[in-house]
């Protein structure tokens, strides 16, 4: 176990984007439930599109493939910028995906909005 799996505690649902309509929208959405490290923190961030945005927290979850297509073919241990997490039922937008290391152990932070 790193020593960042013993401080995920916190339930959250990562709300996995598997595809779109003809129209744009989300059809399907799968639900993977994970244990996550909250960090509480407004911090000014930089999402794809470079617009400043506003990020209330860094949600640390165990390492995920990041992915910006072939959404249908996707497994759970995948997450997109078109994915929601939602935390004590509220859905967060995710502003940006990073992964660092701890120590040898690999884990993904995400900034979410």
Known sequence: M?????????????????????YQEPYVVREVALLAFIDWKSRLMTPMDGELVNSNARVDIDLHQIIDSDFDKRDTQTISYRDTITISDVKHKIVSIHEPRDFRARYTQVYIA
Do not use: C, K
């Open 2 to 22: 790193s020593m960042m799996q013993a401080y995920r505690t916190a339930p959250v649902t990562l709300n996995q984007h598997m595809g779109e309509d003809a």
